[in-house]
């Protein structure tokens, strides 16, 4: 029989009514001769709970330790939705990622799947189960000690074992009904995508959607599992939420896809630093060192041998970023002249796939842009994507003018 | 170096206040050179909202699934202990059942342990690690599923452990602070013991004195397992506790070590039942099908070929008792003229090692309820124990009466 991966996050389980809901879900998919993988989360809370139990017992804690806590709301979710598709005469079986077992690194609470051997759970299957509840989030090191792939990570489990069990589709059932072509809470005409393409997601995803793990994106793409997105507290339907697929399953599609944005971004100056071979590597390389996550970086042409160098991060982490430059300056001779920091800055970008094939898209956006007034302070481009930096009190006024000029309310 | 296995229940580890506590007393005895290894069971109330959460889903549960969802608590507590040993600097790290591992059967809710591998631990042990906590209450089946022992399970757990490691004392941190001659909220002149022999808190914990799970001192005694019962609310001292141990150890004792009784008991007499072969199989045999608990058994003599058979069990069992009765009554021709039922007795028992060498000890007690003017119904005795049936009305003026006359207030 085909296979179906179901996943379920923490608000769609969060209580016993809600696991109810989303087992009569299962049970559709079970009806239309599907074997299903469900992947579940912790209820929602738990893991925050467990979380906060850790921080008090240890502040720096044992990463070993607080895996072997920190998974045990999922191992609870499975066994409760193993339990009620049972009441619905369903035959099914949790099961824990060591029994699996989900092969994992031994990052522990970052760790990455390393392999999904299916021959436990196909045995299953073929004795007539028709429901296997995995714990999503865990795995077992080659230890032999229980790990984690870090927040968010039942996503990733269950584009894994569609992978390994290449199943017809991994569907991820959230709060939310899809992705939109922007954030519906600052442009009213936002509008829900019926397909997306996986590059677009990614951009998306990186730039603060937060409907999709990162990586549980990567990995669908790279394995060429369909993804659909959809809402566990809607009707079902054929139709419901959005499908992310490869590039050649859409069939027509707007140029642009959909307008992003970052709100609490920072941008930092050095003025004047010498522009030799290895200056970058010794400004970012401390960076790097001290946590910074450093988003766009521009150099602007040299003068003299002097240039300057720009960069993003998040607001939070401009302390840190300073720091760390101070102390480089002594010892790795990066000698700039002056530091700038404007701490009101956000981001704006536009992600499509069909920029690839169509010009003119970036001077349209800074067009757009040019006539609301909005003053540009840092551009960077990727094939199908176009970032800018603006002050923040644009924000809104500029993610509304881009969504309107390219005609995002309207589907291809 | 010697091992000590340390066991802390629900109450001592209620929350994470408890649990650094409790982590200072192991700290003690690794000061002191042991290597330790701590059993936990789940933060108070945790494992009752987990089984609440499985009967809310399955009323008639699948057993495996209960057994995966109600042993997380446990495995939440052996990870916060080790990761607050680690703060205090003393190399600990957690182990889930099927780590170990414990090997159970496969009595999924009351699995019974088969065997602990030591390797694992010990390697660990030879490394420099000074701490193993274990979760308890569970293990692992031969199919590979996480079973429990039923409730009280991680005093089982510990002891198990304690066989296995040849470990020098298995020490039970609970919330009271030994093993009392009697129950202090009905004597007040009850007095804790130093010292009891296995066959005694057997005896004792049958009869309801619910210090310590049967099965958990059953083992100890097949494995001559010292167990020492403690609290983990008073201060550390050398004496704290009751020390469970071999008769051989216990070098004075008072004839009688403990007066026990038991409240809820209710008495049935059969009236002229047939006195033929197989008469107390075609009784016992549908009441024990039934899940009728009988406890005291009496045959008179027999008269005519009728006798009159009586039986003692929990008061509210009576009814499945009556039910169970008059349906074999006509199946298997039991025969009896009438059934007699007193919903108001009570049991109370005497206990001790030392009436195996001491005559008169039975007529000692009956002379003394004689002389309290209360009227007994049924006598058992086994090789340690007497045990009479009372109208519940006398059950605390006899356990005291008891307790004066057999000196329980003064230690041998």
């Known amino acids: ?93 949790s099961w824990q990622g060591w029994q699996v077992p989900v092969r994992t690194t031994s990052a522990h609470a970052s760790a990455r799947i390393e392999e999904i051997p299916p021959a436990n759970i196909l045995t299953k299957f073929a004795e007539g189960m028709r429901v296997a509840v995995v714990a999503g989030f865990q795995g077992i090191s080659p230890e032999g000690r229980i790990t984690t792939l870090g927040r968010g990570g039942s996503d990733t489990t269950a584009v894994a074992f569609a992978a390994a069990f290449d199943a017809e589709r991994c569907d991820i059932y959230t709060d939310v009904d899809g992705v939109y072509t922007t954030d519906p809470r600052i442009c009213e005409k936002a509008r829900k995508l019926d397909r997306i393409a996986f590059e677009e997601m990614l951009e998306l995803a990186s730039l603060g959607a937060k409907v999709l ?16 997105v ?47 071979p290895g200056i970058a590597a010794a400004i970012f390389g401390p960076l790097a060192e001290a946590g910074v996550n450093v988003d766009m970086i521009v150099q602007n042409i040299s003068e003299d041998g002097r240039t300057d160098m720009t960069f993003s991060c998040p607001q939070d982490q401009i302390l840190r970023a300073e720091q760390a430059l101070a102390a480089a300056r002594g010892s790795e001779a990066i000698g700039y002249s002056d530091l700038v920091v404007d701490r009101a800055v956000a981001k704006v970008s536009i992600v499509g796939i069909g920029m690839r094939s169509h010009a003119g898209v970036a001077a349209k956006m800074f067009a757009t842009l040019r006539d609301e007034g909005v003053n540009i302070k840092v551009i960077t481009t990727s094939e199908i994507k176009v970032s800018v930096l603006i002050d923040r009190k644009y924000m809104e006024l500029a993610v509304q003018a881009l969504h309107d000029a390219f005609g995002l309310d309207q589907a291809a």
């Open 1 to 93: 029989m085909p296979i179906l991966v179901m996943k379920f996050g923490g608000t769609s389980v969060a209580n016993l009514d809600r696991i109810h809901r989303a087992a009569k879900r299962v049970a559709l998919e079970v009806a239309k001769g599907y074997d299903v993988i469900v992947v579940v989360s912790a209820m929602s809370g738990e893991t925050n709970k467990l979380v906060d139990h850790v921080a008090g017992t240890s502040p720096l804690y044992d990463a070993r330790e607080y895996d072997a806590v920190v998974s045990s709301g999922e191992n609870v979710t499975a066994g409760l939705m193993a339990l009620r598709l049972q009441e619905m005469e369903i035959p099914a079986r």
């Open 213 to 228: 793990q990162t990586r549980s994106v990567e990995l669908a793409m790279r394995y060429k599992v369909r993804l659909r």
């Open 230 to 276: 959809l809402s566990s507290f809607e009707e079902p339907s054929e139709e419901a939420g959005t499908l992310v697929c490869a590039e050649e399953d859409i069939m027509e599609s707007n140029v642009v896809a959909g307008v992003a944005y970052s709100r609490d971004e920072a941008k930092v100056t050095l003025i004047s630093v010498a522009d030799r």
